[in-house]
């Protein structure tokens, strides 16, 4: 009975070590490595991770892993989201503008639709039929310099990290295409 | 290829390697065949290419890249961020001020060097900002002495004096010279004559002209400011 309860204590302080080291940023990036959660939380970490995943839960949030370039679980980025999509709303309140993110928007459809890889020079050409010039060099920048997008030394762009650990690819493709639609149709 | 979004199946892999097999006992130089060698791993890296291009190509992300323009040419950029916020999951974390963070900026801004000194090596010292130069200063500096600046003033007014002859002469052609330095001094001294009142200036805002003539005698009336410029040309 005891040993159950002192268990009980042991995942409860790892539970709140885990969100902690998760909420609190580091280093430039947010979220903890692989490698880092195992050093925090020990061998085991990936149940922690769970447990702690449906502790906040209802908050609305979740804990997502991005698989690092190598695979492996140690190059795995955590991060706590949100679990769902904020509203409009809501977005709106935390003075994103609606140019810049309509910028990446684009930008992530684009790249996705040249398999994962276009030069920098062809997304601005595409972009400037939209945007004007200085909105198009800022947000690509700004959103290269925060890991939502990649360039390569051959001014290549990629989709980053940031992308992949935060937008749901797959529905942002979906909505335009349906969103086209009903653009044209009106 | 690999600086381009161009098709990597555009390439004959198979072909260019047969090539480079049929070159290869013709190479002896050590140059050539480190050519060789790139040319190789290039081919490498265009199979690399191809094998992300299937990846890609086979995942449901794939859409036609031109059905995708044109979607995206259609819509309104309310609608991309509407599609955006849709599918976004934005990260929850806490931007906070640890003990190390403030420790660090103490040493940064501790040894931080002075603005005035910072580009010392690279720039040299600041130069100071347009202002005034008065007659005192330049004698200070030793542009000019008393006596000869007197000399000079004088005898810069017995020229206007002979040019104008009562009549309004051409100030730019007056104070013209080859030298743009006795350009400068001859602008400055007369600027003297006309602010004792023994000269007058007249402008022309429409043609830009400037006028200039001596007086035989000084004469008083309310002082006014006009900015001229001098420059290197003639």
Redesign the interface.
């Known amino acids: 009975m005891e040993a159950e309860a002192g268990d009980r204590a042991l995942l409860e302080r790892k539970v709140r070590r885990a969100f902690q080291v ?4 580091r280093g430039r990036n ?2 903890v490595k692989g490698w880092e959660m195992k050093r925090h939380l020990g061998r085991e970490y990936r149940k922690i991770i769970e447990v702690l995943s449906e502790d906040v839960a209802p908050m609305g ?2 804990v ?1 892993e991005v698989k690092g370039a190598d695979g492996t679980d140690d190059s795995s980025r955590f ?10 709303t809501e ?1 709106e309140t935390s003075g994103i503008r ?2 810049d ?2 910028v ?3 930008t992530i ?2 790249i ?8 920098r020079r ?1 997304v601005e050409q ?1 972009l400037r ?3 004007p010039r200085w909105r198009i060099d800022y947000s690509l920048d700004r959103y290269l310099k925060r890991g939502y997008l990649e360039q390569d030394d ?3 762009l990629h989709i980053g990290w ?1 992308t992949h ?9 979906t ?3 349906s ?2 639609q ?3 149709k009106k | 290829m690999e600086s381009s979004s161009a098709n990597p199946f555009d390439v004959d892999i198979r072909e260019k390697i047969l090539i480079l097999k049929q070159r290869l006992p013709e190479l002896k130089i050590l140059d050539e065949l480190l050519v060789d060698a790139e040319a190789m791993l290039e081919l490498a890296q265009i199979v690399k290419l191809q094998d992300q291009w299937l990846k890609s190509r086979a995942s449901s992300l794939y859409i036609d890249p031109l059905l995708i323009q044109l979607k995206l040419k259609l819509l309104p950029k309310e609608a991309l961020y509407g599609a955006f916020i849709k599918s976004w999951h934005p990260i929850a974390q806490v931007d906070q001020l640890s003990p190390r963070g403030l420790e660090k900026a103490f040493v940064y801004w501790r040894d931080l060097v002075p603005i005035s000194e910072r580009f010392k090596d690279q720039f040299g010292t600041y130069g100071t900002r347009p202002g005034i130069v008065d007659y005192a200063e330049l004698v200070s500096l030793g542009v000019f002495t008393k006596e000869e600046f007197e000399t000079n003033l004088t005898k810069l007014y017995d020229e206007l004096l002979s040019k104008s002859n009562g009549e309004w002469v051409d100030y730019r052609e007056f104070v013209g010279d080859e030298s743009f330095e006795i350009k400068v001094r001859r602008a400055y001294l007369l600027s003297f004559l006309i602010s004792e009142g023994r000269a007058l200036l007249k402008t022309e805002p429409l043609t830009g002209k400037i006028w200039t003539m001596a007086l035989a005698e000084r004469v008083k009336g309310v002082p006014k400011s006009v900015a001229i410029s001098i420059t290197g040309e003639n």
Do not use: C, H, Y
């Open positions: 998760l909420v609190l940023q947010p979220g949030l979740e997502f991060l706590l989201r949100f679990k769902e999509p904020p509203s409009i977005a609606i140019d993110l309509a990446l928007a684009a459809a684009f996705n639709s040249k398999q994962s890889r276009v030069a062809e595409f039929e939209k945007f051959r001014t290549m940031r650990a935060e937008v749901d690819e797959k529905t942002l493709m909505l335009i295409l969103r086209a009903e653009a044209a």
